[in-house]
């Protein structure tokens, strides 16, 4: 190995590795202080580099686990000691803003936030968010195909990348910056490294899709008596505002009642008395708040809807947004599981209380809860089990799972699969799907160097 790191020597300047000390002292998580195992962290700061790095390494039969930003949630960034990981943190360059074409040109390393405000500081809006966006890298959202709050209207990540560049694992720089919205030439080789968490190549420049900026922007938090009425109303308001509703992010009362009870400090908009809510937002360039306003009145007047609270200034939005977001009150019980699925929208009720009862069945002071992009068909749950060992974790992961497989759903909505879902991958994906995805694999990494062990086995030709 000192013979790699000192080729590794001749391709980065002297803060482009660490080793030792420097890799322990590093979190595998923002959420988790473990210490990062691994042989080397390596920093390039040009494709060249990694195209170097790479050869070397597939030469020398060595595995490769690329890092973002380390805030995924299925165990995709997890490394072994013997590993060598690329971090992309110095490949952090906004290259170019086309403010005509609307596209913006960066490395893979820009944290999505810096994105985001270069973006609005060009006039323009890029639209894919998540609660991270301060931490993970847009080469990470990408490689995670992330999704976010506002998918149902501007789509995933893979909706609003237009062109990609990677490196293969022998070192191989494939160049496919495209620009337009239209191109047809061939395959779409892009599609290759989206949501394929690193296992087929390590991106390391984007060319992602800009929209005009959003100048008007209502949210409302509501409340509804029943299930019927959150999908029914999720209709009615896409259809009465007519293009412009960005985000239905629908709370069952267990989150509620959790994010607007101490220690936690938001206040709630509307009473908690009833079974669900949904914080609704509306995204425009016009002024629209009566229209708004008037749509929420006459859902209230005809029953389609229990309560809700239109918010009055940025303020009000803030604080709707901050309750939606207060992931970190799930860690009130212990470290909870969880859960990112998804299923037609229209199971989405009774899929939901069949978890609920196979939980209450089996563990009656389990904690569970529940919130989800429903305008996506994506449910999230974080569940704890009081002294849960790994025993437990497999047996809560089957509760959530196993009701999925009548409905077609998946086990993974927008988080990926990682070494975490990897043994439910059967649940959602056929055997002749997995074995078109190994023949993809071998033909772009026969060593298997990449990212090993994640999303299915693959036994390379070491
Ligand atoms: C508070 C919080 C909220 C979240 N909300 C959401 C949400 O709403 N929607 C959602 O989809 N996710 C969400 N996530 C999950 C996470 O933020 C996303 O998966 C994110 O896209 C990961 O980006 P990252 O830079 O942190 O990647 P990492 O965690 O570092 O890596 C993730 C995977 O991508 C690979 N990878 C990273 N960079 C590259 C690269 N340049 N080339 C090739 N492979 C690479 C890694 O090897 C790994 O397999 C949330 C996480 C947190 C902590």
Known sequence: MSDLIQQFESILDANGILCGEEVCNRAVHVWDDSSIEARAILRP????????????????????????????????????????????????????????????????????????????????????????????????????????????????????????????????????????????????LKQLFIGTEGTLGVITRLVLRLREAITEDETAFVAFDTFDQVTGFLKYIDGALGGTLSAYEVLWHDYYDLVTTSPATNKPPVEKTRPYYA?????????????????????????????????????????MWAI???????????????????????????????????????????????????GDGNIHFAITVPNADHKVHRAVEDCVYEPLAPHGGSVSAEHGIGLEKKDYLTVSRSPTEIALMRRLKHSLDPKGILNPGKIFEFAGAM
Not at 54 to 75: D, S
Not at 297 to 315: N, P, T, Y
């Open 45 to 188: 700061t040009t494709t060249a580099q990694v195209s170097a790095i790479l050869k070397l390494c597939n030469e020398a039969n060595q595995t490769v686990v690329p890092h973002g930003g380390r805030t995924g949630l299925v165990q995709s960034s997890i490394t072994v000691a013997n590993d060598v990981i690329i971090s992309l943190e110095r490949m952090n360059q906004i290259e170019e803003i086309d403010e005509v074409g609307r596209t913006i040109t960066v490395q893979a390393g820009v944290p999505l936030q810096v994105l985001q405000e270069t973006a609005e500081a060009a006039g323009l809006f890029f639209p894919v968010d998540l609660g991270a966006r301060g931490s993970c890298q847009i080469g990470g959202n990408v490689s995670t195909n992330a999704g976010g709050n506002r998918v149902i209207r501007f789509g995933m990540m893979r909706d609003n990348v237009l062109g990609l560049e990677a490196v293969l694992a022998d070192g191989t720089v494939v160049t496919s910056m495209n620009t337009m919205i239209k191109n047809n030439a061939g395959y779409d």
């Open 279 to 319: 914080l609704v937002e509306s995204l425009g360039t016009v002024t629209d708040r009566e229209k708004f306003e008037a749509t929420m009145i006459k859902a209230l007047e005809d029953g389609l809807i229990a309560d809700a609270a239109v918010a009055q200034s940025g303020g009000d939005r803030a604080a």
């Open 324 to 374: 939606r977001d207060d992931v970190e009150q799930f860690f009130r019980y212990g470290p909870p599981q969880i859960f990112d699925v998804s299923i037609a929208i229209r199971h989405i009720g009774e899929y939901v209380e069949e978890v609920k009862r196979r939980l209450a069945e089996r563990w009656p002071d389990h904690h569970c809860f529940t919130f989800g992009h429903i």
